[in-house]
């Protein structure tokens, strides 16, 4: 089974930091593991490091930066595809004048990943502001082998083109006992 965590497994937090585990998701992971049938595959938009600190005492395979990484069951983490992130630093800039025009927002940096969030913002503004830096990034990330991923009130800019469809497709391979 394929569980997604924020949003899912636990709420949206205005600081992504905040959405740690409860107990309450604790006690649900322990009680699917006890279930022999069942192969538990997390799925997140987070850290590797971050992901494994949390939920790394479960018998769950781990799946995160939106597919960069795969960790099965008692085995070391693994990436899915060779990455970079070079690009960070000429668009990290643009992101950050909105960040400064947008007030609330904030800049989550992952290792192959830039994410600007926008739901602590005043609703209007963020959305507009979100539609303007797409509309500018869009133009600059054309011939850079980056992609622009939305959510609610966040977006992302991956090197990680169709890296989800990898994962899906590569998974249950790897995944399943």
Sequence with gaps: MFLDYDGTLVGFKNDPKAAIPDEALHTLLSNLEKDKRNTITIISGRDH????????????????????????????????????????PV?????????????????????????????KSEPDQGDLRANELKDEL?????????????????????AMTGQMNICFVN???????
């Design 49 to 88: 490091d971050t992901l494994e600190n949390w939920l790394g005492k479960h018998k769950v395979n781990l799946i995160c930066e939106h597919g960069v990484w795969l960790k099965n069951l008692k085995e070391d983490w693994q990436m899915i595809d060779t990455i970079n992130s070079d690009w960070k």
């Design 138 to 158: 869009r133009n600059m990330i054309a011939n850079r082998n980056l992609e622009i991923m939305e959510g609610m009130t966040v977006f992302w800019l991956s």
């Design 91 to 119: 668009i990290r800039p643009i992101i950050e004048t909105y960040v400064d025009r947008t007030p609330g927002s904030f800049i989550e940096e992952k290792n192959y990943s830039l994410v600007w969030h926008y739901r």
């Design 171 to 177: 998974c249950p391979k790897v995944l399943l006992p």
